[in-house]
């Protein structure tokens, strides 16, 4: 079965600062991979998505993320974090076809991010 | 507009009461999916709807019913709930029963008196 851990919980940065959000996953084939935002009261918004080819990323509001297969990760990052991107962020995995979790993600605990000014 | 529109966005119920959440998508998706959403754990599939059937149950009790009448509408029938039923309640849908992103509603907050 696939599964997705987002080691840290709260993360706290200056506003400015850079940003990295950390997720692993275990699955057994390449898998696809999701980050995903939530503010508070809303839904889920895709940042970015990963599905082959270039292990590098690029995102809505100027995030990127990397996967490394070496450590099954998939980290989110952003050079110079803005008050507005105070947020939880989830890390989500879906399956390939023919699999039975093809189609459904399972996604991390989710890191809230905290910014000061 | 948003793409997913859930109604209502809070719902404040007793255990004997029933209630239906409701979603929208204007996106001409054909899979339609419900999550729960509670603090400090994971969101939680609860099912999976495409082309109108149900695809998934992921062991949902049966206080909860869903109906999905046609692609672009989503009901979730509450009744005879319990306190940990407490949660956000999140609608997404997708182009297909696909790993294209899906996306989500505002949810609806509920709460079990």
């Known amino acids: 079965a696939q599964s997705v851990t987002q080691p840290d919980i709260h993360i706290t940065v200056s506003e400015g600062a850079s940003l990295e959000l950390r997720c692993n996953y275990s699955y057994g084939a390449t898998p696809y991979l999701f980050w995903y935002v939530q503010s508070p009261g809303q839904g889920l918004q895709l940042l970015l998505k990963?599905?082959?080819?270039?292990?590098l990323v690029q995102g809505i509001k100027g995030f990127e993320a990397e996967f490394k297969r070496s450590q099954s990760s998939f980290n989110l990052r952003k050079p110079s974090v803005h008050w507005s991107d105070a947020a939880e962020y989830f890390c989500?995995?879906?399956?390939?076809?023919?699999?039975?979790?093809?189609?459904?993600?399972?996604f991390g605990q989710g890191t809230i991010l905290t910014v000061h000014p | 507009e948003t793409g997913v529109t859930q109604t209502p966005r809070h719902l404040v119920m007793g255990m004997t009461n029933k209630k239906s959440l409701k979603c929208e998508q204007h996106?001409?998706?054909?899979?339609m999916y419900w999550y729960k959403q509670s603090a400090k754990k994971p969101l939680e599939l609860m099912f999976v709807?495409?082309?109108?059937?149900?695809?998934e149950n992921n062991s949902v009790p049966s206080r909860f019913s869903p109906e999905c009448p046609n692609s672009s509408h989503l009901f979730l029938h509450l009744h005879t709930l319990q306190p940990e039923d407490s949660a956000l309640y999140l609608c997404?849908?997708?182009?297909?029963?696909?790993?294209?992103?899906?996306?989500f509603g505002d949810g609806t907050r509920l709460s079990i008196l």
């Open positions: 989500a995995v879906g399956g390939n076809a023919g699999g039975t979790s093809y189609g459904k993600l399972t």
């Open positions: 996106l001409g998706h054909n899979a």
């Open positions: 990963y599905f082959s080819g270039d292990t």
């Open positions: 709807y495409n082309f109108k059937e149900q695809t």
């Open positions: 997404a849908s997708s182009p297909g029963l696909s790993n294209q992103p899906q996306h």
